[in-house]
């Protein structure tokens, strides 16, 4: 027993399951994994395990898992659905990739979880009712559902935000709160210890309601980092100490790679045992000093995540964390209390609504949100490293050596001599990033704002892959004229990012130009000017929207960009002779534009078509296409390339695309 005892206490233990752990690691991900489903199957039969009725779609375990996308109907929502086994026919397709370059990546998301397929239904048949514990799911989903806090209590006790607008709480860097974590099981727990005194009965309770805690949740991987660890813990401390704290940790953390080393894409795991790592280095104490120090630690580990996710860091999180923890801290029980003492709610109620008012407040203090740039994943594994160094020698330099590294990951974009023009894939619209030399410039040309495709292109990934290339700024927004396809996220952007100038078109505002001229005026500028960007207007005064789009043709080190916005046919043929290397195809490859005369006045070496996918309108044109054939001019369409860009530098000009 004692040489058992010797070997897993020994370096050699840790170090063969360390190295097994890598080999098992590569093997994953070097492997295709293959689905036991294909795009021919109509039919699956299995058992719902989570139910999403705000976005009309559920999860559904059969041979494997597989979304299921399905138009309830309001009889059917009163149905109880999760733990049901129920017939699904319809329409496989394969989850999307994204078009817009480092944003996210759907069909890698869903591939991680084991999740090859999407399902369209049109028909869903149930076979049997839900078992025991599926049945208890749900009552406690409709306990919960009764009460006037209820998208709070799931918010908070759940870990479920549907219906809940979360931005001010993203925009904080206190989101986390809102997902079931350690702190929520340690109060949980806490709870009921106080209940039971820590009596055998109490143990064994505790045992149950902690699983079943967890199967509600969903058994995340962070939830279940914190139920292992607690009962490693105990198990760790009926050995007589077998293993330290941080000998414990990196076991089990290995153990989870192992069972699924696709647990190192999830985010909530990442966080769960990357925070949890630093918390083995804080002493205990509760001064403000100290609680302070832990905060700023925290913060530290945290940016390597942030950064790789979503670009940017909140600093002013540290200081808001000392707020909002405590704050969450308090409204844990209440909302737990809440659901046995039905007259709680008016109070929870207040503190609830105080909770999000403050977030709401706080968000306004956008001042030390840190933008950085993407890089390579060994930029921030050599990060962590001098991280481990500092939290286990406690010396300065490694801190220096950090915010080194991370000063100048933040400055290498401003290093970049070249200059790019991107045309976003923002499926049936318009949007385009034009960035000069050094970054001295930044602007964005329409904000696309399609009201078709609600799964993929949202002005939130055109706001992550701007943040992706470290541009913190945009200098200028023009929005070539108010049709929604070409300024629908112009307000949100506004309102998130930090824009500049705005620059309308001649013609009378539309709604969505109104609402920037009412809520932004002092931003309006009348015309475009660059120091960086050679610019030329050929804009037409016109009372249609179309044919009053902003017309610009950008040159950047000789290289020349055109752009038409949505001119008709009319407006091209006033023009005056322009040439033009590259030209972005008016109005999506309609027939009302790009005439054989003008293109063949402009005669560009590449012709750019933004349009989305099995788009209503049938464009581009079949027209459009002729004549750029006839005229030889080689073309390319977001819908098949997806974001198409242009690194222009003094030798000229790269073209780069999505996909091939």
Same mark, same amino acid.
């Given at each position: ?16 399951l ?16 293959? *689905?036991?489903? &294909? ?7 299995g058992?719902? %395990? ?34 049901? @086994?129920?017939?699904?026919s ?12 480092? %944003? ?8 991680? =979880? ?37 998208t ?18 993203? =925009?904080? #860097? ?6 079931? +974590?350690?702190?929520?099981?340690? !109060?949980?727990? *806490?709870?009921?210890? $106080? !209940?039971?005194?820590? +009596? ?13 805690y ?43 790679? @192992? ?26 104490? =509760? ?53 046995f003492?039905?007259?709680m709610? #008016? ?10 008012? @403050? ?18 994943i060994?930029?921030w594994?050599?990060? !962590? ?32 001599s070249?200059?790019y ?11 385009? !990033?034009?960035? &000069?030399p ?8 329409? %904000?696309?704002? &399609? ?22 700024k ?17 307000? #949100?952007?506004?309102?998130e ?52 789009? @902003? ?5 950047l ?32 490859? +309609?027939?009302?534009? &790009?005439? $054989? +005369?003008?293109?063949?006045?402009v ?6 078509? *933004? ?32 974001t198409?860009?242009?690194?222009i530098?003094?030798k ?9």
């Amino acid at each position: 027993m004692q040489s058992w005892r010797s070997i897993l206490q020994s370096n050699l233990f840790f170090l063969f399951l360390f190295f097994l752990t890598i080999i098992i690691t590569l093997h994953a991900y070097c492997i295709q994994n293959e *689905s036991k489903y &294909s795009l021919d199957t109509t039919e699956i039969i299995g058992t719902i %395990t989570e139910v999403s009725m705000e976005e009309g779609k559920f999860t559904i375990k059969g041979k494997e898992k597989v979304i299921v996308y399905y138009d309830f109907k309001e009889e059917e929502k009163k149905e109880e659905w999760i733990g049901s @086994l129920v017939r699904v026919s319809g329409k496989f397709v394969e989850p999307k990739e994204n078009t817009i370059p480092n %944003t996210f990546n759907y069909k890698e998301y869903l591939y991680y =979880k084991h999740i090859y397929y999407l399902c369209y239904a049109n028909s869903i048949e149930k076979l049997k009712e839900p078992n025991i514990l599926y049945s208890l799911k749900n009552n406690v989903n409709e306990w919960i559902e009764q009460n006037p806090n209820h998208t709070y209590l799931k918010a908070i006790l759940l870990g479920s935000t549907e219906g809940l607008d979360t931005t001010d709480m993203e =925009k904080n #860097g206190v989101s986390h709160l809102f997902a079931v +974590s350690g702190m929520h099981f340690a !109060l949980f727990i *806490s709870m009921v210890s $106080f !209940l039971f005194k820590k +009596s055998r009965v109490g143990n064994i309770v505790l045992f149950v309601l902690l699983w079943f805690y967890a199967f509600l949740v969903g058994f995340t991987p962070s939830v279940l980092r914190v139920v292992v660890f607690y009962y490693a813990k105990k198990i760790n401390h009926y050995a007589k100490d077998l293993w330290s704290d941080k000998q414990l940790f990196l076991f089990l953390f290995l153990c989870f790679v @192992l069972i699924n080393p696709f647990y190192l894409k999830d985010v909530g795991f990442e966080f769960s045992f990357l925070l949890s790592a630093c918390f083995l280095y804080f002493e205990r104490t =509760k001064t403000l000093k100290s609680i302070l120090k832990q905060n700023c630690m925290i913060f530290l580990a945290s940016i390597p995540i942030c950064a790789i996710h979503f670009y940017e860091v909140n600093a002013f999180s540290i200081l808001l964390n000392l707020i909002f923890i405590p704050f969450m801290s308090f409204l844990y029980p209440m909302c737990l209390l809440n659901l046995f003492i039905p007259w709680m709610s #008016g109070i929870l109620s207040f503190y609830l609504n105080l909770f999000m008012w @403050l977030n709401h407040l706080a968000s306004f203090c956008n001042f030390l949100i840190i933008v950085i740039p993407k890089v390579s994943i060994f930029f921030w594994l050599v990060y !962590l490293v001098f991280l481990y160094f500092f939290f286990e020698r406690k010396k300065k330099k490694f801190l220096v050596l950090l915010l080194v590294l991370l000063c100048i990951v933040k400055m290498m974009p401003k290093w970049d001599s070249n200059a790019y023009v991107y045309f976003i894939d923002v499926g049936q619209g318009d949007a385009s !990033l034009i960035v &000069s030399p050094f970054q001295k410039e930044v602007l964005l040309l329409d %904000t696309g704002g &399609s009201i078709y495709d609600r799964e993929h292109y949202t002005g939130s990934n055109i706001k992550t892959f701007i943040y992706s290339l470290g541009i913190d700024k945009i200098n200028h927004l023009v929005l070539s004229h108010g049709d929604y396809d070409h300024m629908g996220n112009a307000i #949100g952007f506004l309102k998130e990012m930090k824009i500049q100038h705005v620059i309308l078109n001649p013609n009378e505002y539309t709604d969505g130009e109104e609402e920037i001229v009412k809520s932004y005026p002092k931003k309006l500028q009348k015309s475009l000017q660059s120091k960086y960007i050679g610019i030329e207007e050929f804009t037409k005064v016109n009372k249609e929207e179309n044919a009053s789009s @902003l017309i610009y043709r950008f040159t950047l080190y000789g290289t020349s960009f055109l752009f038409l916005g949505d001119a008709p046919k009319e407006i091209e043929d006033a023009l005056p002779n322009i040439q033009s290397d590259v030209v972005k195809i008016a109005h999506h490859g +309609s027939n009302t534009s &790009s005439s $054989f +005369s003008f293109l063949k006045r402009v005669h560009p070496k590449y012709a750019i078509i *933004s349009v989305g996918k099995n788009n209503s309108y049938g464009h581009p044109s079949e027209e459009t296409l002729d004549t750029l054939n006839t005229l030889q001019i080689p073309y390319y369409e977001t819908k098949d390339q997806g974001t198409i860009w242009f690194q222009i530098s003094k030798k000229g000009e790269k073209l780069q695309v999505m996909t091939s």
